[in-house]
């Protein structure tokens, strides 16, 4: 039961250098996302994907990009890096299923973090 | 639009002692809500759900949260606290039907920390 894992879980990189980080989900699920977390902040959302072959921006996506080719895997790059994007980076997924009676199952499953230094 | 409040940053408590965590959701309809802890460095563990008309919801680690829709309340409480529950806790409301996708709503979290 891997659930969603990250790679690399550590990070340093150097102002200009790029970077991806990679997402993987073993559980068929349509959607995932990228969040950063900064102290004080929370969780913000950076990138999503509804399914295989899309992605939409969320709230902070400048300077990232990102991609899902395949269903199970959401990858999330930094083409220059700055020292504004030093964070923790959390890959997150979930589906939708439709309950009778009650509210949807939504409930997302969480990777272990990246922890990102840009120096 | 859905929202989250989590109305204590900061909650302190002494081992063996009760422990209440508050959260307050807006929805226009019949919303998902979660709790998520987090340890310090490690990724985000799902507590409970409230996702059907069961209002007491139990979780792992002995915490269980109670929907009040009167109320718009999700508190998150435990009979005892324990060493091990120091952490970060999060409040998170679903809201899959306005944007899109299942957009995930976060309380802005809130750190317990547990005294012997």
């Known amino acids: 039961n891997a659930g969603v894992t990250q790679t690399p879980k550590f990070r340093v990189l150097k102002t200009g250098q790029s970077m991806t980080l990679l997402c993987a989900q073993d559980?068929?699920?349509?959607?995932m996302y990228w969040y950063r977390q900064d102290p004080g902040m929370g969780l913000r959302l950076i990138h999503y994907s509804v399914g295989e072959g899309t992605t939409a921006k969320g709230e902070v996506p400048d300077g990232y990009n990102v991609s899902r080719l395949k269903k199970q895997n959401f990858l999330l790059g930094l083409e220059s890096a700055a020292p504004s994007q030093t964070s923790v980076y959390f890959c997150a997924s979930s589906s939708l299923e439709v309950e009778v009676d009650a509210a949807p199952n939504t409930e997302a499953f969480f990777g272990q973090g990246t922890r990102l230094t840009v120096v | 639009a859905q929202s989250v409040t989590q109305l204590d940053s900061h909650v302190s408590v002494s081992e063996g002692t009760p422990v209440l965590l508050r959260c307050n959701y807006s929805?226009?309809?019949?919303?998902?809500l979660f709790w998520y802890v987090q340890h310090p460095n490690k990724g985000l563990q799902l507590l409970l759900k409230y996702t059907s008309a069961a209002t007491l919801v139990k979780g792992i680690n002995g915490f269980e949260a109670e929907f009040k829709k009167s109320e718009t309340s999700f508190h998150l409480t435990k009979p005892s606290a324990h060493m091990s529950d120091a952490a970060e806790y999060f409040c998170v409301v679903s809201d899959p039907f306005s944007g899109g996708y299942n957009k995930l709503i976060f309380g802005a979290g809130t750190r317990l920390a547990v005294h012997p």
């Open positions: 559980m068929n699920h349509e959607y």
């Open positions: 929805s226009s309809y019949s919303p998902s």
